[in-house]
């Protein structure tokens, strides 16, 4: 097939640090170039990937501070080039969220948009009350939940997968917590730090911090660093995150808002290490209660689980990502649809 894959434009293909959606987007489109698919990928010029690279942007956008006022331009470059040449590809399939709804009803080639983000915002209701039309593609069936009042077109949910050669097991790890991600209020690092104290366990932060972010950390998570148990490591690139996670005891995933996926749970749990996470968003479909890590609610009973966390076999964790959460289980879910989708259409 000849599929376009559209990706955003803040991050390169693949990411070089944080980065879940632009990661996902490299997963998918390697395996598909690998199946022997003609693909394109419309992302910034610094991505690498054996597919066919068009870009507007030489680099990515976090990483060029001078190219941030014009994103958007940037955007409506880089969506013209993809439905301009519609009719080149088989399949269009975006990773933008809802920046590429206009345009899809304008085209003959199916065009499917795998939501990345949160759906609860309330601004959201009026666009997807717009474009009711639009083949959505959720992470996770908890994403769904906040548009469930909507007759949206869901096309199916593909969970993530990932490259298990990245992320090798570990049966000894060391005697640390970790917690991994962004420094922001909905990811709860502040509720992760007073769990490892009141556990008694050292915890390693590893994570970035975006400009809106920086007043809730200089105000909140700063004060909280001067502790000995505590040590705040900064963002980690792919060579040195695997090793991070496989070296914790536990992963620890307080999080406070509907998170619609996640990878952080299953590069850890990849690793053989447990997840200690809220039951919020995707976390009750990610993580398997009792078997690859514990789903608690309030700070007691976080801090119960990470007491019983020796009793989770790591190698169960490994084997769980094995058969759920590979990269082909989730390329094969894709080249479903993307048959369905030509299928429907040619029969239209």
Known sequence: MRIAQVAPLYEPVPPRLYGGTERIVSYVTEELVRRGHDVTLFASGDSRTAARLIAVTERAVRLDAKSR??????????LGRVFCNAGRFDVIHCHVDYLAYPFCGLVRTPTLHTLHGRLDLPYLVPLFRDFPD????SISNGQRAPLAAFNLNWAGTVYHGMPLDGFPFVAQPGEYLAFLGR??????????????????????????IDANDRDYVDRVIRPLLDDPLIEFIGELDDDRKAAFLGGARALLFPIDWPEPFGLVMIEAMACGTPVIARPCGSVPEVVQDGRTGFIADTVDELVEAVKRIDTIDRAECRRYVERQFSVPRMVDDYEALYRRATSARQAA
Do not use: C
């Open 183 to 208: 420094l922001s209020p909905e990811k709860q690092p502040d509720v992760a730090i007073e769990v490892a104290k009141r556990a008694g366990m050292p915890l390693r932060i590893a994570a970035k």
């Open 134 to 137: 639009v083949p959505l593609v």
């Open 69 to 78: 006022e014009v994103l958007a331009a940037d955007i409506s470059r880089q």
